[in-house]
């Protein structure tokens, strides 16, 4: 049972249905921002190499921005419970544009690498807050109607990003690829800054610098593993096993420095909180399979199919459509019946049907097929994603709301790099073994007895017949297999889905956080820690809380 003091600090300023759809698109457009600008770089690297020299360092280029992005997601979370969030908001917003700037004028690889870097700390922000942001200004029985078009951001930017940047570079410099996103970041910033009016609740605590130093190393050692093994250095070598070694003593110290911490970054009664730690592994093996899948569908598609870098993003328009279509019903249907479970469980069995699909692809395959089968794997792309996190925001108290929702994020985004690293491993050795399998069969000639090394789309459809339609078949069977790696993991993702608890959905209405429905729970002060419950016999002091004059009146009726 909570006291009163608990039930106050859960009560949010209501908004009009008008100001959230007003701060929502604050917050999509910083987030379409970013997230096109992490994929547009794509397009531009062969002639950004081709001006600033770097062969060797073109893989740090994305794997900076993807370290730095993931590393900071958490701290951005807390740092927004000590600081207010719109303030940490706008300074995502404007350490994104400085490093953008920044980037579009770098003059060699090494500023470049620099700069991407800063952009991936920004990049961390924009993808966690404008979720924290939206559970404080809505409820979760709400907030369903409203996280769809959060979700469907993410698809618009798979797709816009390579478009755009294929654009950019054949008609405008490659710096523009930086550059563009400065104008549309500046009117996310005065958007928010006019519309968003939140409550600051005073707290007398301090920054856990040892959790953060010990989350950023330890996601950092791991990120420089999945990013650079098999590329940089062997996955049987001495890099592999000492950056693995620092992540997980690192990963140690975390929980030791948030054990002891007064608030610490995420808070270790999280992890006896069952529906956080589902929603969790969840995400992470969600991370997995999406990405696996959105980063190497293009090359069966530019390889096999020979089409253009804007041809094959084009043909991710049916996964698009899928999601945002998804995403969008699925909220509005929670929102409507407060009913939340089926959709991350159904959603991620068709995650599963899709990529099964897409492993059964041939040379010949139609682009019709490729299609539908994109479009059932954004279906249950966009059943899943945001209520994983809704889940994870309704089940803790508001105090812990950035924390649950920057760990969730930071899950995914690790899971994301992970498929990444093992899904392109399992690419590389498959498509050796193919080739090489395949050639002899042919009785063709190998240099050294070894696969060769293939070149871009256009040199590979520049080669003889008779080896080009081995390495064709080579690539197909060598993309089925990492699909059919992706199926398994998308059917472990539904079964932890399954094991969640359907906690009802706090609304306006609810006196009481329906977390306290979960028994893994203990009772949760206002200021987040643990404490036992406290019976109270007289009137009670509010927290202290400074409100903007614009803010609308708590307790405020809703339309």
Not at 13 to 40: D, K
Not at 331 to 341: E, I, M
Not at 351 to 356: R, T
Not at 516 to 526: E, H, I, K, S
Request: hydrophobic content about 50%; proline content about 6%; aromatic content about 8%.
């Amino acid at each position: 049972m909570l006291t009163e003091q608990q039930i106050q600090a859960e009560a949010a300023p209501s908004f009009t249905h008008r100001q959230v759809l007003e701060i929502l698109a604050g917050l999509m457009l910083a987030m379409l921002t970013s997230m096109i600008s992490t994929s547009v770089v794509g397009t531009a690297l062969p002639t950004i190499v081709g001006t600033l020299g770097g062969q060797e360092q073109l893989a740090w280029v994305a794997s900076a921005t993807l370290l730095t992005m993931t590393a900071s997601t958490p701290i951005w979370g807390k740092l927004s419970d000590l600081y207010g969030r719109k303030l940490m908001f706008q300074v995502a917003l404007v350490v994104f544009v400085l490093s953008s700037i920044a980037a579009g004028f770098s003059q060699d690889m090494g500023q470049l690498i620099a700069a991407r870097a800063l952009q991936g700390i920004g990049a961390g922000g924009l993808a966690a807050l404008p979720q924290i942001i939206l559970g404080d200004v809505v409820e979760p029985r709400e907030r369903g109607r409203y996280s769809g078009y959060i979700g469907a951001v993410f698809g618009v930017s798979t797709v816009a990003g390579p478009l755009l940047g294929g654009f950019i570079v054949d008609n405008m410099s490659w710096r523009w690829t930086f550059w563009f996103c400065v104008p549309l970041a500046v009117v996310a910033f005065v958007v928010i800054q006019k519309v968003l009016k939140l409550p600051l609740v005073r707290r007398d605590t301090k920054v856990d610098w040892w959790g953060a130093t010990f989350i950023t190393g330890g996601t950092t050692a791991l990120m420089l593993l999945l990013s650079l093994g098999g590329k940089e250095f062997g996955w049987n070598s001495a890099w592999t096993y000492g950056l693995g070694a620092l992540s997980l003593a690192l990963f140690g110290l975390t929980v030791v420095a948030e054990r002891r911490a007064a608030d610490p970054i995420l808070p270790p009664h999280l992890f006896r909180n069952r529906t956080f730690v589902l929603t969790s592994v969840a995400s992470l093996l969600v991370g997995a399979a999406m990405f696996g899948a959105l980063m190497f569908l293009p090359q069966y598609l530019q390889i096999v199919k020979g089409m253009s870098p804007t041809g094959s993003g084009l043909m991710t328009l049916p996964l698009v459509l899928g999601l945002l279509t998804s995403s969008i019903l699925t909220g509005r249907f929670v929102s409507r019946t407060g009913r939340w479970k089926i959709f991350p469980v159904v959603g991620m069995l068709l995650v599963a049907v899709g990529l099964f699909l897409l492993s059964r692809l041939h040379v010949d395959s139609s682009l019709v097929l490729v299609g539908f089968d994109n479009a059932v794997l954004g279906v249950g792309l966009g059943a899943s994603m945001q209520i994983l996190i809704l889940a994870a925001q309704n089940a803790v108290t508001r105090a812990n709301l950035a924390s649950a929702t920057s760990g969730v994020s930071f899950f995914r985004s690790l899971g994301g790099a992970v498929g990444v690293a093992a899904f392109g491993a399992i690419l590389s050795n498959r498509l050796t073994a193919e080739l090489v399998s395949l050639a002899k069969a042919a009785r063709l000639p190998l240099s050294g007895g070894t696969a060769p090394s293939l070149g871009s789309p256009e040199a590979i459809h520049n080669l003889p017949a008779p080896i080009l339609e081995i390495i064709l078949e080579a690539f197909t069977r060598a993309m089925s297999a990492v699909f059919v790696v992706g199926v398994p993991i998308a059917v472990l993702a539904a079964v932890a889905a399954l094991m969640l608890k359907e906690i009802p959905l706090r609304s306006a209405r609810s006196a009481t956080p329906a977390a306290t429905a979960d028994p893994a729970l203990p009772p949760v002060a206002a200021d987040g820690s643990v404490t036992p419950p406290v019976a109270t016999t007289g009137p009670v002091t509010p927290p202290a809380v400074t409100t903007d004059p614009a803010t609308p009146p708590v307790g405020a009726g809703r339309p």
